[in-house]
């Protein structure tokens, strides 16, 4: 059977793999001291526990953190699996590597929470895969904008001035510019490196 043919019986396809991340990152969430083993915590990743590199983007520590990641991902994520699962999976595996480690090196952040980083790279990949399959039109600007907007918000992380009313986060989180652009940068791998 193909990727392209993976459908049930009824011939339906379904994000299975898009909806087994959301399922195991509320899990996460919700198992008692789960965060304390997973979550991105710079001095046990220096001590050798790095699968918190990947662990981390389940965790999300507060209901309104977790609503705007995993609404955000999946919508992103369904789309590109769609395109290709082989796709879903080396977005979501490089994105969040990619962005952990940037977190590690370029930030002094001792604790990092949420997968908006792999939804920096599920945003670049789904706008990519559009433009590299479209030739024009509609399509082609949404995929356009998106790119530019998500840039603009880059860029104003970087710069420190990302408005609070905009970002929705819980009293206490900032954006991560470093762990967004790198989870895009992983989303542009990701899609480079596949023939979706």
């Given at each position: 059977m193909t990727e392209r043919?993976?459908?049930?019986r009824t011939g339906r396809w379904w994000p299975v793999c898009t909806l087994a991340f959301?399922?195991?990152?509320?899990?996460?969430d919700l198992t008692p001291r789960a965060s304390d083993w997973l979550r991105f915590e710079r001095a046990p990743i220096a001590r050798g526990e790095i699968w918190r590199l990947l662990t981390g983007h389940?965790?999300?520590e507060v209901e309104?953190?977790?609503?705007?990641?995993l609404t955000?991902?999946?919508?992103?994520?369904?789309?590109?699996?769609?395109?290709?699962?082989?796709?879903?999976?080396?977005?979501?595996l490089v994105s969040a590597l990619v962005s952990s480690l940037a977190v590690f090196f370029l930030t002094d952040y001792e604790r990092y929470?949420?997968?908006s980083a792999l939804v920096s790279g599920l945003l670049v990949a789904a706008a990519l895969s559009v433009l590299r399959s479209s030739r024009g039109g509609a399509g082609r600007l949404l995929a356009l904008t998106l790119i530019a907007l998500f840039a603009l918000k880059i860029a104003l992380e970087l710069h420190g001035s990302w408005p609070a009313a905009l970002g929705g986060l819980p009293p206490g989180y900032e954006p991560v510019a470093a762990a967004h652009l790198g989870g895009a940068l992983g989303?542009?791998?990701?899609?480079?490196?596949?023939?979706?």
């Open positions: 043919d993976s459908r049930n959301v399922v195991s990152s509320l899990l996460a389940l965790i999300h309104q953190l977790a609503v705007l990641d955000a991902l999946a919508l992103f994520g369904v789309y590109v699996e769609r395109v290709s699962r082989r796709l879903l999976g080396g977005v979501l929470v949420g997968s989303g542009c791998a990701a899609v480079f490196m596949s023939r979706a």
